[in-house]
């Protein structure tokens, strides 16, 4: 006959539920943030560029929130093995969250500068392919995460790659730009500044993707050791 589980245990695992939750909202503002910011960037819009601004306070008290219960259920329940590498790992993906939120607060911040700048130099198309798809590895990793899914969280570390290469060719169709024009150089500056966030939304991403591998099988694929790539 199986036993009931005790009251404490039912406990503990609504608030791994209730952490898991939070995380999934955190992530879900980052990444429209995110969205945000890059559509103030394209259509020009100072009042969007501003809500992003805004609303970093918001995805730092998101972070507070997460990172307290975990620390909360790390010190009083003192869970183990799976319980107790997903508290560990939770406090450093709040922190990644938080970090999304601040760089889609910079490319706001860019979109700002660009509208004060009398020459302006229209995005490459690509940026906005590259702010999805870093979305979208940011929505999938969260949800390896959460759902211990290894297999998922290395196929969104093998998605960093075209990410990375769409910011080397943005990086060379805006010098080339710079070098001929030498008044684009500002917008230019601007822009690079802006695909260099992409990428590191996607970086985060990539980090806690790591952290849903680790979670899932107990095996660290940091710097690209035994990603199975």
Do not use: W, Y
Request: aromatic content about 2%; some cysteine.
């Amino acid at each position: 006959m199986t036993a009931e589980p005790t009251a404490g245990f039912r406990h503990f695992h609504d608030q791994l539920g209730a952490l898991k939750q939070q995380l999934l909202a955190m992530s879900a503002r980052a990444e429209e943030l995110v969205e945000l910011s890059v559509d103030a960037l394209l259509t020009r819009d100072a009042g969007k560029a501003q809500a992003v601004i805004e609303a970093d306070r918001e995805i730092d008290r998101m972070e507070l929130d997460a990172e307290q219960l975990a620390v909360e259920l790390l010190a009083l329940q003192q869970p183990m093995a799976r319980d107790l590498r997903f508290l560990v790992s939770a406090i450093k993906v709040t922190s990644d969250l938080e970090r999304v939120g601040d760089h889609a607060v910079n490319i706001a911040q860019c979109a700002l500068r660009l509208l004060a700048l009398p020459t302006r130099v229209a995005p490459e198309p690509s940026m906005a392919e590259m702010a999805k798809r870093a979305r979208g590895m940011l929505a999938d990793a969260l949800d390896a995460f959460v759902r211990a899914d290894g297999v998922l969280g290395r196929d969104v570390c093998g998605r960093d790659d075209a990410v990375d290469a769409m910011h080397d060719s943005l990086f060379r169709v805006l010098l080339t730009h710079m070098m001929a024009d030498p008044r684009t150089i500002n917008p230019g500056l601007e822009l690079l500044l802006v695909s260099r966030n992409l990428e590191r939304v996607a970086d985060l991403a990539t980090n806690i993707s790591e952290d849903a591998v680790f979670l899932a099988e107990g095996k660290q694929i940091k710097h690209r050791a035994e990603r199975g790539l």
